[in-house]
Structures are given as C-alpha cells and as structure tokens.
C-alpha cells in the first residue's frame, strides 16, 4: 500500500486496500474522519443504507460515501460499494478511531495486594483495587476506580472503563470491553422462606465472560450459587441489563437496554433479546 501522507487522512483507495469493496469516482480522494450524513462535511466519510434519506444524501457535505450496489446510483460522489455498508462503515470506523491506550503502569494511587499478578503492559489507573492472588493479563486497559476481587482473572486486552467491579473469584475473557459501572459477579438474589421471614442463601460460585464480548455501562450479572453464570464469546450486552445467577448465555449473542434474565435460564448462540423483555427462570431460549 502506497505512503498515506497524514496519519489521519486517508485515501478511498488505502481503505479498500484494507477492507475491500470496489471504487466508483476518484479513488485518491482523501477521508479524515466518519460522520452522519447531515453533519457531515468536507473530508468526512459516510455510509448510506436508509432510502428515507436520499434528500439528505442529494444534499450532503461528505466527501465520499459507502453504500449498496443498488443505491450506487443515487449520489455523484466519490463511493466504496459494498455488500454490507452499515457493517463496513463500522470496521472504517475503528480503524480511523482506535481506542485510547493507557500508559502502562501501576498508577501510585492504586492499591495493589502483594500476591496480585499484574502483566508488565498492562495500564491500572488511580484508586484502582486489586485483590489478593487476582491475575491481569497482558495490555489490560483497568481505568480509575475498577476493583478486582480475589483470584480474579483479568484476560489479555481487556478493557474496563471506570468504577467496575469484579467480584472474586470471575473471569474475564480477552479482548472484552466493560463499560463504566457493571458489576461483574455479585450476589445472586437467592432467598428460601422460613415462616414469615427470608433466609439468605450463600451465593459460592462465580461468573465467566468469554473472549470479545461488550457489558455495558451499569449491567449487572451475578455469581452462581455453586458453579459459573457464562457469558459466551463474542456476546453483546447493552447497559442497563440484569442477568440473575446461573443463567448460561451462548456465543455472539446480542442483548439490548433493560433486559431482565432470571436464574438458572439458557440461552442459546446467537440469540437476539430486545430491550425491556424479561425471561422467567429455569427457560431454554
């Protein structure tokens, strides 16, 4: 691939070289950032994929657009044709936005039990907590405020943005993202009747995430009465949602805002749970 002369610009041509897609217009047109296609303007990259839109698209500032074969037709502009825009504009997206990386490093102001195992590369910001014999793997990213329970496993790549917590004992797969405020691991809401009263029942086991998921801000997933709550890899989770004790979700599944799991349900591969549905417990989906 040719030089591109500014870290932050890019040619058509440099992005279709990475991600594929064909050229329609002048392929050496220069792209510095993605936009919506009402504000963007020149230099911005936009995808199109909403026929309700075409005004909007007719009257656009952007300088080069992604969209379908079969709206390639509706715009002059320079284009990337794909068969998949939304997905295409996502990955163009990423790669001109990476996430920040932390300095590596212990900030002074976190606090650190000597038996913690923490990975050279790996950033822990200030007021951070990390438990007794808790693991963080290679280039986790542990932003200000997250505590790390005992025996905690942080995997390699994680990223875990402000005031998260991990209970004892849970395991956090590679590469996943926890947004400000989940709660990883706590006590599921297990109670047995004893008269008139409610007898707390000790909540022992722990949760697992797997590899490349996304738990949003103030989701809350608790630990298993005796063995894992599991999240399956490449799992999506918006904020705002409650999975309950021992419920088993599968790989790529996508959960959105204010989903409520009660314990011990099933949930397969690649399931997809719209936001405010609730699952009564002990369900296969």
Known sequence: MEEVPDSKSFRLRDIVELFGGDIIGDAGTMVTQVASIKSAKSGN???FGDKRLR???LNTKAS????SH???SL???PKIVTTNPYAYFAQVSRFINPPDKMPCGVSKYAVVSETAKIAHNSSIGPNVVISDHAHIH???NVEAGCYIGKKATIGEGVKMYPNVTIADGCIIGANTVIQAGAVIGGDGFGLARSGKSWIKIPQLG???IGDNCEIGANTTIDRAVFDSTKIGEYSQIDNLVQIAHNVIIGDHAIIAAQVGIAGSTFIGNHVKIGGQAG????LEI
């Open 45 to 47: 990259l936009i995808f």
């Open 70 to 72: 079969d709206d390639s």
């Open 138 to 140: 290679s280039n986790a």
């Open 55 to 57: 005004k909007e698209l």
């Open 279 to 282: 699952l009564s417990g002990h």
């Open 75 to 77: 715009t002059n502009l």
């Open 64 to 67: 080069a657009v992604i969209l």
């Open 206 to 208: 722990r949760v697992i």
